[in-house]
Nanobody, 123 residues
Framework: EVQLVESGGGLAQPGGSLRLSCAAS????????MRWVRQGPGKELEWVST????????FYTDSVQGRFTISRNNAENMLYLAMNDLKFEDTGVYYC????????????????RGQGTQVTVSS
């Protein structure tokens, strides 16, 4: 059974930082492209970032480029998202997710997601 368990969310001030973690199990993590997606209050699910199987290629939505860093540790089946210079609009529930076959790298939906971790940016 595929399991994705996110952690690390919380309350941060604008300009602050958080680091999200995702523990993966039940599938060949090291052979899987992975992503982070988020859903803000009253908004649709939004793609945030994708990382390839080895961690050598990463992709970001424009609004987080230069502020967020996706990474992975295949030996420990862990996915990470380091978030710096947080903004009010970064508030939402963050999910790590797999891809279904054939999905574009910047898909927000499909695949399997964890239960999510709440990130709130507030002064």
């Amino acid at each position: 059974e595929v399991q994705l368990v996110e952690s690390g969310g919380g309350l941060a001030q604008p300009g602050g930082s958080l680091r999200l973690s995702c523990a993966a199990s039940g599938f060949p993590f090291g052979q899987s492209v992975m992503r982070w997606v988020r859903q803000g209050p009253g908004k649709e699910l939004e793609w945030v970032s994708t990382i390839d199987k080895t961690g050598s290629d990463t992709f970001y939505t424009d609004s987080v480029q230069g502020r967020f860093t996706i990474s992975r540790n295949n030996a420990e089946n862990m996915l990470y998202l380091a978030m710096n210079d947080l903004k009010f609009e970064d508030t939402g529930v963050y999910y790590c997710a797999t891809f279904s076959n054939g999905q574009p790298f910047n898909s927000a939906t499909g695949g399997i997601r964890g239960q999510g971790t709440q990130v709130t940016v507030s002064s």
